[in-house]
């Protein structure tokens, strides 16, 4: 058998499986089906609607509305079948199974099915159980999908990038924000974006705090938080504290990261099942959409060796990481890993306890992604050498 007569299943349609699946059927895969659970297939880009995505896949910036119909265009443009309002909700590495009980057969699948934010429920916050309470992906979602308005008075829980990027949405549907809340002792993003919010809108942020309280009957009416403090509000958006969507993976026994709670990858996004391979927010909660898409890419010529009778890897195990880095993972371009605390110091990868590499100084901040190109090897653990 050949490329042409093998079939490969996606199971995503964001930017990492409109890539994989593009750049398969470039590769001379004979059938490769995109299976998207939602109306349109697009991913997460098609509801952010800003600049700044497509910058390194692509090369040229566009917003997420934009850049989303352009990756299913270059799809479909390859070959590639798109079959959207489909749910998958079993994997084998022989196949996928939909929500209506039909069985795909296929000779490997990818897993692509991305990230999202935790939301009230799953985060365990007390109190009442009122309207007015979302994520940055829903207000997203409200707002650019469905032209609704959210609230009046926002309190945002989270202050990294995304939490930044729910109250510019906030804003555009005319809701102000009247605080933030984070836990850690300070915010998560660039400086200057924060300088620009806290002169521009005034939004203070209330640090090494979190939500003690939801209060209101059938809308929010405030939250009271564990300092005893309260804050008037009509909105709470939930913003950050990635979780992939990991129950297909998990389903079909891949091992897992048990922080991240990301399947297992190797370096070329095998996991852990034969057959079965893992890309984009999925492994790495989370980066820019341009960086997933990339993962799509790389995967293509893995899944087309494993296709022409290439071996699988003997053991795929998660990135040994020792505190204060929580996780890392493979990513297109090197290694992405996520640290508990603000810290400066030197990123070491050792073998047996042998420092392999260090690198310079720097300092890490938590929920911020850290990029590393260089090669960490097979069996290293990644430290940090903590000082100034
Ligand atoms: C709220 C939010 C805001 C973000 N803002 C930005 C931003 O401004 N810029 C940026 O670069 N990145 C942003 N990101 C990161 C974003 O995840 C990436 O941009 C990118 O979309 C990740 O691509 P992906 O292909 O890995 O996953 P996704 O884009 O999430 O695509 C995964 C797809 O899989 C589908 N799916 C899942 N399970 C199944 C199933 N069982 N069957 C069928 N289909 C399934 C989903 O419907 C989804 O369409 C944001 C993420 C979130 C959650």
């Known amino acids: 058998m050949n490329l042409a007569d093998r079939t490969v299943i996606v199971v995503g349609g964001g ?81 996928v199974t939909l929500a209506d009980g039909t069985a795909i057969h296929a000779d490997s699948v990818v897993l692509a099915t991305g990230v999202r934010e935790r939301p009230r429920a799953a985060r365990l916050v007390p109190g009442d159980r009122p309207a007015g309470v979302f994520t940055t992906g829903s207000i997203q979602q409200l707002t650019a999908l469905h032209h609704r308005q959210v609230g009046r008075r926002a309190v945002i829980v989270g202050a990294e990038h995304v939490s930044f990027s729910a109250m510019s949405t906030l804003r555009h549907g005319g809701c102000e924000t009247a605080a933030m809340v984070t836990s850690l002792p300070r915010h998560q993003t660039y400086a200057v974006l924060r300088m620009a919010t806290a002169t521009r809108y005034r939004v203070p942020i209330h640090t090494e705090v979190d939500v003690a309280e939801i209060v209101g009957r059938r809308r929010v009416e405030a939250v009271i938080l564990t300092d005893g403090s309260r804050i008037t509000c009509d909105t709470v958006v939930f913003t950050g504290d990635w979780i992939p969507d990991h129950e297909l993976a998990r389903r079909c026994g891949t091992g897992m990261d048990r922080v991240s709670r990301s399947p297992a990858i190797s370096a070329s996004f095998e996991t852990s099942r034969p057959g079965v391979f893992a890309i984009g927010n999925l492994v790495h909660p989370a980066e820019t959409a341009d960086l997933c898409a990339l993962d799509g890419r790389v995967v293509a010529p893995s899944v087309a060796r494993w296709l022409m009778g290439g071996l699988w890897p003997h053991a795929v195990a998660p990135l040994a990481v020792e505190p204060p880095i929580v996780w890392a993972a493979p990513t297109a371009v090197g290694v992405t890993l996520r640290v508990a605390e603000f810290v400066t110091g030197r990123l070491q990868a050792s073998v047996n306890e042998t420092p392999v590499w260090t690198q310079r100084r720097q300092r890490f901040v938590p929920n911020r992604a850290i990029h590393i190109s260089q090669t960490v090897p097979v069996g290293a653990s990644l430290s940090l050498v903590r000082g100034r």
Request: aromatic share 2%; charged share 25%; net charge positive.
């Open 15 to 95: 930017p990492s499986g409109l890539s994989a699946a593009a750049t398969m059927r470039n590769a001379g895969i004979g059938r490769v089906v995109v299976v998207e659970r939602e109306r349109q297939a697009g991913g997460i880009p098609r509801h952010t609607d800003h600049l700044g995505f497509a910058i390194r896949d692509l090369r040229r910036v566009m917003s997420g509305p934009r850049y989303a119909s352009r990756l299913v265009d270059i799809a479909a443009r390859s070959g590639v079948e798109l079959l959207t309002e489909t749910t998958v909700t079993d994997v084998s590495g022989t196949g």
